[in-house]
Nanobody, 120 residues
Framework: QVQLVESGGGVVQPGGSLRLTCAASGSLFRISAMGWYRQAPGKQRELVAK???????NYADSVKGRFTISRDDATNTVYLQMNSLKPEDTAVYYC??????????????WGQGTQVTVSS
């Protein structure tokens, strides 16, 4: 079992910045990727950013150039630095971890979410 705990959300004005943190614990063997998703009211959950072992980070087009994902393997922590925030970025942000490298048996874990609100 893997536990993911997000922190760092809050309320900021447009153009501001936030850094989200996700701390992973538990049975962390074979964690192949960690990332961030978000879900706004009335909308489907969408990928924000993901970093896979041995690969370059992957970003949604809407956040490229503004958000940066990073991963500290020593502490099993993933970060999302969010700059130039827009009202459209308002959502609950969820940390994700994928366990296993074989697609047929890969399992995904999710954190409880942290609210990000961008408003004047």
């Amino acid at each position: 079992q893997v536990q993911l705990v997000e922190s760092g959300g809050g309320v900021v004005q447009p153009g501001g910045s936030l850094r989200l943190t996700c701390a992973a614990s538990g049975s962390l063997f074979r964690i192949s990727a960690m990332g961030w998703y978000r879900q706004a009211p009335g909308k489907q959950r969408e990928l924000v950013a993901k970093i896979t072992t041995g690969s370059s980070p992957n970003y949604a087009d809407s956040v490229k150039g503004r958000f940066t994902i990073s991963r500290d393997d020593a502490t099993n922590t993933v970060y999302l630095q969010m700059n130039s925030l827009k009202p459209e970025d308002t959502a609950v942000y969820y940390c994700n971890a994928d366990q296993g490298t074989i697609p047929a048996i890969r399992y995904s874990y999710w954190g409880q979410g942290t609210q990000v609100t961008v408003s004047s």
